[in-house]
């Protein structure tokens, strides 16, 4: 695959991402509006447990460094074999 194309399916996952987490963001707030703040709390607690949590930090820095010092196109390959698959929104 040429490596435009390869730029493209990579820009495509990427705003993918950036729309689920803006989507997370969203329910976030619906959340603080309707949930009593002690429930609100203990949601946002658990997000930011999972957030530094240094084994899906070890994890995600282990599959991006085994990407560095390779060729733009075999970097961008791994790059998309590592981002979740697109799900759909119904």
């Known amino acids: 695959m040429k490596d435009d194309k390869l730029t493209d399916k990579l820009l495509d996952a990427i705003g993918d991402l950036l729309i689920e987490n803006q989507a997370y963001e969203t329910a976030l707030k619906v959340l603080e509006d309707v949930l009593p703040d002690a429930a609100y709390q ?49």
């Not at 282990?62 to 790059?79: H, V």
Request: aromatic share 0%.
């Open 42 to 90: 203990r949601v946002r607690a658990h997000i930011a447990a999972v957030k530094s949590d240094p084994q899906i930090r070890a994890t995600v820095q282990q599959r991006l460094a085994q990407l560095k010092g390779q060729s733009p196109a075999d970097t961008l390959q791994g790059l998309l074999r590592h981002l979740p698959p697109k799900k759909d929104v119904n």
